[in-house]
């Protein structure tokens, strides 16, 4: 059984700064990819960053130069430091990996943090 856990979410004001984790546990061979996806109320989720195994990383263009997405591979986790925020970044988040097991290789999502920024 594979998890992923979210934690770091929260209420903060326009131009502030939150960090966002995600780890991965249970009977894990691989992780490949890692990311983080966001989803807004009434819009699609969206992806917001991601991150190779060989740490090559994809922004949003609504993100860049603002978030920073990083990888513990020894850890099993996955990190999105946010600057800069703005109301426009609010959403649940949710961490995304695809990891393989001994028996599967596919893609797990997290239950998803909820990010709020508002003054």
């Known amino acids: 059984q594979v998890q992923l856990v979210e934690s770091g979410g929260g209420l903060v004001q326009p131009g502030g700064s939150l960090r966002l984790s995600c780890a991965a546990s249970?009977?894990?061979?691989?992780?490949?990819?890692m990311g983080w996806y966001r989803q807004a109320p009434g819009k699609q989720r969206e992806l917001v960053a991601d991150?190779?195994?060989?740490?090559?990383?994809n922004y949003a263009d609504s993100v860049k130069g603002r978030f920073t997405i990083s990888r513990d591979n020894a850890k099993n986790t996955v990190t999105l430091q946010m600057n800069s925020l703005k109301p426009e970044d609010t959403a649940v988040y949710y961490c995304?990996?695809?990891?393989?097991?001994?028996?599967?290789?596919?893609?797990?999502w997290g239950q998803g943090t909820q990010v709020t920024v508002s003054s």
């Open positions: 995304n990996a695809h990891i393989r097991t001994y028996s599967t290789s596919r893609y797990y």
């Open positions: 249970g009977s894990i061979f691989r992780i490949n990819a």
């Open positions: 991150i190779t195994s060989g740490d090559s990383t």
